[in-house]
């Protein structure tokens, strides 16, 4: 089946305890993204990956960092965790110029 | 640069009733058009898109839109809503042969009603 894995599903943590959430997708895509949702601001993008080595920021990329060693796998990196974000976390990808993102379920994070 | 616009931020209506969500958008360059669908602690899933062609597009779940050049709107249209319809809907646009940055508006709650 075509799915975007991401986990964990649920965390919370502390002020500053380092962390990372994966994503993998299995339809051998070139463009992954990572967006976090919050209540009255619909979806925002963070970063995206045009392939693999190739990253760039998007729209909050502030406090978050990203890698795409392999292209499967697009790894979000919060060294050290804020409450501002809190968030729901939803991966994301696509074939290139086809315009259609696939999701991930959601990695809904709390930070204390 | 594209944005999005969801008219409204929540639209209750009664079992069987039609719908009609509504989106525009801003753009300087020709775009693709999305809606998507978040049912309640779920991922998205796509619910039709508009790449080029026929103005109108037929989604899942009996789901409709238009895509209007003229007035940048893409409203979504179900002319008979079930209880299960009730999730947020996202519309999104993005620059056509771009980068797929998917720039989404903030969603509308479609709340349905016995």
């Known amino acids: 089946e075509a799915q975007v894995t991401q986990n964990p599903r649920y965390l919370i943590t502390v002020t500053g305890k380092k962390l990372t959430v994966t994503c993998s997708q299995n339809m051998n895509h070139e463009y992954m993204s990572w967006y976090r949702q919050d209540p009255g601001l619909g979806l925002r993008q963070i970063y995206y990956s045009m392939n693999v080595e190739v990253t760039d920021k998007g729209d909050v990329p502030e406090g978050y960092k990203v890698s795409r060693k392999e292209k499967r796998n697009f790894p979000l990196i919060l060294e050290s965790p804020s409450p501002n974000q809190t968030s729901l976390y939803f991966c994301a990808s696509s074939i290139q110029g086809a315009g259609e993102l696939f999701f991930g379920e959601g990695s809904r994070l709390t930070v204390l | 640069a594209q944005s999005v616009t969801q008219l409204d931020s929540q639209v209750p209506v009664f079992e069987e009733a039609p719908v009609e969500l509504r989106c525009n958008y801003s753009?300087?360059?020709?775009?693709?058009l999305f809606w998507y669908v978040q049912y309640p602690n779920q991922g998205l899933q796509l619910l039709l898109k508009y790449l080029s062609g026929s103005t109108l597009v037929k989604g899942i779940n009996g789901f409709e839109a238009e895509f209007n050049k003229s007035q940048t709107s893409f409203h979504l249209r179900k002319p008979s809503v079930h209880i299960s319809d009730t999730a947020e809907y996202f519309c999104a646009v993005s620059r056509q042969g771009g980068s797929e940055k998917l720039v989404f508006g903030k969603g509308t709650k479609l709340t349905v009603n016995p």
């Open positions: 753009s300087s360059v020709s775009v693709y």
